[in-house]
């Protein structure tokens, strides 16, 4: 006779309305309240108020709500400042103060310090924030859509890929918002259709607007998916007579079926092939499809902090995995010996090398390739390294990287990381192998978002 397994009911369901404490955030900026210990997710909602909620959705291990209304609101919570915020899925902490952003990156960094890596009395830093922590980023990728038998430009909404139509964004740089209304306009005027996603027609996809902070360069690239621009010259014309500081009009053409921004191939309707920036005493050429910082600012802090924690006496060789377009490896190679650095991306290393001759640096050696690889065949040539940085992308480093640093035996390794989780993981990883985390400090590169950024500091244990 089968016997019948008892199941334990959620202590909520689907459309119930019910109270809860709001104890933390996630890292996606969530508000986390507990019913009998089961989470809900509930976005606007801060740490420290009680909310009317409506469960939208339950799983086995968490369920997900909405704000039906306030009994406490945190002594933190601020009007957000934009009009669309509500919608638009670019910002998600504009309802919280600064403050109370600094101290909730800091927090979600030492929670996944506890939690995930194992870590609970590493020292993590209060977070570094703006003075100005509007108007930062130095690079917009805009879709362009249609409403209503008009084109738009904006950002998607959350979670999806309709398009909120906005006129100027807060967290942009301000002749983004004006590259914006000119396509916008004449794209209305002269009928160049833009592109539409479900049929994979129409013409114009996005508009990627990049300014150089210290330069004031500035480069519009114009995504389509066909090979020639409808009225090319009117939409050059226009953003050649309104916009200051324009140096460079870049068409690009993604005539794939893909969610990828920009396709391979690229040429200059207008000006230079290439706009500048410096971070510190460094000068950088960025192309179209250069990766460049958002956030120059907090990069030039990000990227001294990370110099600090190298302790450069002049003697050292440097290994710099994810190296980009050499940004870090540049700031390193003005102190160290010798730095070594590895990108997969093989424009990227031509960039890196651009910027190492534009800089008049010969101490820095670039090789394109997958870290993991290239660095074992480093060591098995006998190259060495005093210091190794790593700045992965948000999956954080590879299993074979992390194994070659411990067998490389670096005196010192620097972390930069866009993930706290993985960040956790790794470290880890390397205090398993027999390096000591000697401390973390966060620092905000996106000021109204959720994301931190953070630089670990180890030591070997063996030194």
Same mark, same amino acid.
């Given at each position: ?12 369901? +689907? ?44 799983? +086995? ?321 006998? +190259? ?80």
């Amino acid at each position: 006779m089968s016997k019948k397994l008892s199941v334990n009911p959620l202590p909520v369901k +689907k459309n119930d309305v019910i109270d809860v404490n709001i104890e933390d955030l996630t890292h996606e900026g969530h508000g986390v309240g507990k019913v009998d210990g089961y989470p809900l997710f509930i976005p606007n909602a801060l740490t420290g108020e009680r909310v009317q909620v409506k469960v939208l959705k339950t799983t +086995k291990k968490f369920g997900f709500g909405r704000v039906m209304d306030w009994h406490k609101k945190s002594t933190d919570r601020v009007e957000p400042p934009c009009p669309v915020y509500d919608r638009c899925g670019g910002c998600q902490l504009q309802h919280l103060s600064y403050e109370g952003q600094l101290a909730a990156k800091q927090k979600q960094v030492q929670d996944v310090m506890a939690r995930i890596g194992k870590l609970p009395d590493v020292p993590v830093h209060p977070t570094i924030g703006m003075e100005e922590p509007w108007r930062y980023r130095n690079k917009s990728q805009v879709p362009v859509g249609l409403s209503e038998g008009r084109v738009i430009t904006g950002f998607y909404a959350k979670r999806s890929h309709e398009i909120v139509d906005v006129n100027q964004c807060i967290i942009q740089d301000q002749v983004s918002d004006q590259v914006m209304q000119i396509v916008k306009e004449k794209a209305n005027e002269l009928g160049i259709q833009p592109y539409d996603e479900a049929s994979h027609k129409g013409v114009l996809r996005h508009v990627v607007i990049r300014r150089g902070r210290t330069s004031g360069e500035v480069m519009v690239v114009l995504v389509t998916r066909t090979k020639k621009i409808p009225y090319e010259a009117e939409l050059v014309t226009a953003l050649k007579e309104q916009i200051e500081g324009l140096a460079s009009i870049i068409h690009n053409i993604n005539a794939e079926k893909t969610n990828v921004i920009m396709g391979e191939s690229s040429n200059v309707l207008w000006g230079s092939e290439v706009i500048y920036d410096s971070i510190g005493d460094i000068r950088f050429a960025i192309s179209a499809r250069s990766f460049y910082q958002i956030n120059p600012v907090q990069t030039e802090v990000l990227y001294k902090k990370a110099l600090e924690y190298a302790e450069l006496t002049g003697e050292e060789s440097v290994v710099d995995a994810y190296c980009g377009i050499g940004t870090i490896s540049l700031f390193l190679a003005q102190k160290a010996k010798k730095v070594y650095g590895v990108e997969i991306v093989e424009q990227a290393i031509e960039d890196a090398k651009k910027n190492a001759e534009l800089n008049g640096i010969h101490n820095a050696e670039f090789e394109a390739g997958p870290a993991e690889e290239v660095i074992p065949a480093w060591h098995k040539e006998g +190259k060495k390294a005093d210091v190794i940085v790593v700045d992965p992308p948000r999956k954080g480093c590879d299993e074979a990287l992390l194994q070659t640093i411990l067998e490389m035996k670096p005196k010192r390794v620097v972390y930069v990381s866009c993930n706290p989780g993985t960040l956790a993981r790794d470290l880890r990883v390397l205090e398993d192998g027999g390096y000591h985390t000697v401390e973390v400090q966060p620092v905000d590169m996106f000021p109204q978002t959720s994301h931190v950024e953070c630089v670990a500091w180890l030591e070997s244990s063996l030194s």
